[in-house]
């Protein structure tokens, strides 16, 4: 038996709808409905226009309603570079940083990447999933319906398959849509840390024993690699990511985040998903990032909880043509926010985004990122009624209140998972 409903009552309905990811000028065409109305079937939207027309259909007269007294309807954020399993905070690490040591200064001495794996392989599975259930639950309460979620903080063979299997586990007992994704390539254990040949037997570690059996058991998307000084090089990571394509995981790329190392263009020459971070672009990697169909997913995120200077060139890269996405960076030690209302907020103040640049980057083209923008990241007919309403008027005004958590309800599917008492 068919379910219907009616969500009514809209100021506005930004549906972001349309063909494809968002370039250049099109990036701000969200698609405003004013006084819109939202027609779900069995979870999925069967229309969605001006209240005096979807209200007169035949089945919106039966359907369950839902009135959202002159608030704004945005598609579900899709939080497309998130780090979602980890065992505890870095809150010490932030105290440093502000006393002005540097990111590379506090991981030469053990903190930073090394510090979370430290702890989380001294987590029990249930002591993580508890604690990712907590996140999963916050980000739903600050409108997001899909992440994906990157392993990383385990770095050997057990931990990472747990942290793997926990996003699986996790996907399917809350409603959230959780993408997986495998960065074994975060950084080098220290066990094989300053041995002879150590980085080439980590990565057969991670070429010759992980990536088959992940592949094997269906536990990522996704394959990713930090591409940067003290960590991975081009090279290297050319060859784990060749290995994953090879397995079936597509390439995801940290680039161009502290320094200009070439990881874009290697990304681009890859057919990446999605590369990430690229503060340190050059000219040439921003007109190859507009020719190509690789997404530019802009993590501010992290450079505000860092208190670096440096932004990425979000201007520049709309300009060329490229897909822009934002995304939070959720993670302990360097972007711990869950809230992609207070990206949108950086994305406008210090990438000088407008608000619909920023709204159309945290949805459709980040949906694109993760190959479901068939499904999701728009409002419009045959795609998942997944929707975040916010107690604001004006779609402008989400990332004019930063810092404020404005969502006053998110669905996924056409369930509701968060609603404000």
């Known amino acids: 038996m068919s379910t219907s409903l009616l969500i009514s009552g809209a100021s506005e309905i930004v549906t972001v709808r349309g063909r494809g990811p968002r370039r250049g000028a099109a990036l701000s065409s969200i698609g405003v409905i004013g006084d819109g109305a939202i027609l779900v079937r069995n979870g999925l939207i069967a229309a969605v226009g001006a209240a005096s027309k979807i209200e007169k259909l035949t089945e919106s007269k039966k359907a369950e309603k839902v009135h959202v007294g002159g608030r704004v309807v945005l598609p579900g954020f899709v939080d497309a570079h998130t780090h979602l399993i980890h065992a505890a905070s870095r809150a ?3 105290e440093l940083k502000i006393r002005g040591a540097s990111y590379e200064e506090i991981a030469r001495k053990g903190g930073g990447i090394l510090n979370s794996v430290k702890k989380l392989r001294a987590a029990t599975a249930e002591e993580l999933k508890t604690r990712a259930r907590g996140f999963l639950q916050q980000f739903a309460e600050y409108g997001t319906t899909t992440i994906e979620a990157k392993s990383g903080y385990g770095l050997e063979a057990t931990s990472e398959l747990r942290i793997l299997a926990l996003h699986k586990e996790l996907d399917a007992e809350q409603p959230l849509e959780i993408v997986s994704t495998f960065l074994g390539a975060h950084a080098v254990p220290e066990e094989f840390r300053g041995k002879s040949g150590g980085m080439w037997q980590y990565l057969e570690l ?6 088959p059996e992940i592949a094997e058991h269906g536990l990522a998307e996704f394959c990713d690699v930090f591409c940067e000084r003290g960590a991975f090089s081009v090279r290297d990571s050319r060859r784990m990511l060749e290995v994953g394509k090879a397995h079936g995981l597509l390439p995801r790329v940290h ?11 290697m990304g681009i020459e890859m057919t990446a998903a999605s590369c990430d971070h690229l503060e340190y672009l050059k000219p040439a ?3 190859a990032l507009g020719k190509s169909r690789t997404v530019a997913t802009l993590l501010p995120g992290c450079d505000f909880h860092l208190g670096l200077a440096r932004y990425a060139p979000a201007r520049e890269l709309i300009d060329a043509g490229a897909i822009v996405a934002l995304a939070t960076d959720f993670n302990p030690g360097t972007s711990p926010t869950l809230s992609m209302a207070m990206i949108l907020s950086l994305a406008c103040s210090r990438l000088r985004m407008t608000p619909a640049e920023a709204i159309a980057a945290a949805t459709i083209n980040a949906a694109y990122s993760l190959g479901r923008e068939k499904r999701i990241g728009s409002i419009e007919s045959g795609k ?11 779609y402008r005004e989400i990332p004019y209140y930063f810092g404020v958590n404005t969502c006053w309800m998110t669905m996924k599917r056409g369930e509701i998972v968060w609603l404000r008492d």
């Open 384 to 394: 998942q009624a997944d929707l975040a309403v916010f107690e604001v008027a004006d």
């Open 206 to 211: 991670l070429t010759e024993e992980l990536i």
């Open 92 to 94: 010490e690490e932030y």
């Open 285 to 287: 990697d921003i007109r």
């Open 255 to 265: 680039a161009e985040q502290l320094s200009h190392t070439g990881a874009t263009r």
